[in-house]
């Protein structure tokens, strides 16, 4: 009962155990890389939060594709508040990616890096999805507009992939790889620790906005019957 | 009447207006000659012709969004489009006409760019009429639906180059690569899938962004 009430609080605190503790190993208890030394630990940040970026956007159009399935407006809130979830994740990796760019080669934005430049593309792509979304009136048009463009989303994720690996073909042509040696087993396990936190931290911002949102919208409701 | 007879009337219908008005063809040809002379004032003296190259795909792509933006004005002036979605056919139908429409004026366009280009900057060859032709295809699917959402918001014509660049990055990517690297075939491969997954997410999705 107690869980049911307070999934947030819950969500929250088993996050931040997660992360400290993933944090804390990261820095003191997995061995430096053989290649990049202490440097590398950005890793233990940086992928978990990309990858949390994606799990946000896929979450969002899977919320999408039951928006336009079965019409339930709270989807829409839901497909919206993912995305906006995933937006703050991608930004974070853009910030990370480009911190670790800047220790690893020495610049803080480098096109031969697949993964930042997707975000990028993917930053902009769902910058235009806000723009969409404030744009417009509220009701069930702009609800399916959103939930459209936000199915878009995920279909222009491999494809937009596919085509920097492409690009880099006529652009760079050398490419280089970061994959050194196989991950080690402590890395991994220290890894799977910053994901998880990473994931339920993006779970529990999710579940706050969205409490927000929707108090927000019952006032406003409320609001208009007394007026 | 069949579904391709609602195609081809609505499409039909689209031609005529153009046809009528001269609103939009016009302006697509100028603006494409016009950014081909403003490109060569852009390009060092000494660059190479693949920069050149990279440069006609920005200008095919920003002349596509000249058309877009104008692809809905009409129906939406007129309030056209409440009275297209009641009509008895398929909602998608709307959308394939409209496409295709939009693909008739870009590629009326393109006929002049090319020439124009091959006499100011490099010669054309058939890759890289493929390689339009299927380009076309993608922005066409993806700029009509998105020219639709566009046109149901405030921001309008502010709204599309927004929802669409992004969108045409991996065009972009398919269409030089075509154009510049030593073997063109799987950017021609890779366009055509994006033409294939869009077109049919588009097609599939238009109802949803016209219906109110």
Known sequence: ?227 | MTYFGDVAALARKDILLELRSRDTLPAMLLFVVSTLVVFHFALPSDSSDLAAGGLLWVAIVFTALLGLTRAFAAEREQRLLDGLVLAPCDRSAIWLAKGASVMAFLLLAEAVALPAFALFFAPVDATLVAAVLLADIGIAAVGTLLAAMAAASRARELLLPLLFLPLAIPVIVGGVGATVAEEPARYLGFLALYDLLFAILSWASFEYVVTE
């Open chain 1, 1 to 227: 009962m107690w869980l049911r009430n307070n999934r947030g609080v819950a969500l929250a605190s088993t996050a931040a155990l997660l992360l400290l503790g993933g944090i804390s190993l990261a820095f003191f208890w997995v061995p430096d890389d053989v290649d990049q030394g202490f440097s590398q630990r950005i890793f233990y940040i940086h992928v978990p939060v990309a990858l949390t970026a994606y799990a946000c956007f896929g979450w969002g159009a899977w919320k999408a594709l039951r928006l336009l399935w079965t019409r339930e407006v709270r989807y829409d809130l839901e497909s919206y508040t993912a995305v906006h979830m995933g937006v703050i994740f991608g930004i974070l990796t853009l910030v990370t990616g480009s911190i670790w760019a800047r220790i690893s080669w020495g610049v803080w934005w480098s096109w031969g890096e697949r993964q930042l430049v997707l975000f990028l593309v993917l930053f902009l792509f769902y910058s235009a999805y806000f723009m969409l979304r404030y744009s417009t009136e509220p009701g069930p048009r702009r609800e399916r507009m959103s939930a459209v463009y936000a199915l878009f989303g995920v279909v222009l994720i491999p494809v937009s992939f596919l085509a920097i690996r492409l690009a880099e073909g006529f652009i760079h042509p050398t490419v280089f790889t970061r994959d050194g040696p196989q991950m080690a087993g402590s890395m991994f396990f220290v890894f799977c620790v910053c994901l998880a936190g990473t994931l339920t931290l993006a779970g529990a911002l999710y579940a706050n906005e969205l409490l927000g949102k929707r108090v927000d919208a019952s006032l406003r409701e409320l609001e208009e019957a007394l007026a």
